[in-house]
């Protein structure tokens, strides 16, 4: 996955990926998700360390 200037990218196992606590975060509290949190899309692994919550996701 790449941010969408491709400055950051991670890699991720099918894993963690497909773990069930794993999500594809576009609004928080009932609104959409504001650009300082990852507007559009943020990447939410409760089971991998805070790197790997990669925000505004460009690529998967």
């Known amino acids: ?3 969408p200037d491709e ?5 991720l196992d099918m894993e ?10 576009y ?3 009932g609104k959409e998700l504001p650009e300082n949190h990852g507007y559009p899309l943020r ?3 409760p089971v991998k360390y805070g790197v790997k919550h990669l925000k505004r996701i460009g690529t998967i």
């Open 1 to 3: 996955m790449r941010t």
């Open 7 to 11: 400055a950051y990218y991670i890699g």
């Open 27 to 29: 609004e928080m509290n």
């Open 16 to 25: 963690s990926a497909l773990h069930p606590q794993t999500i594809l975060c």
């Open 43 to 45: 990447l939410i692994i």
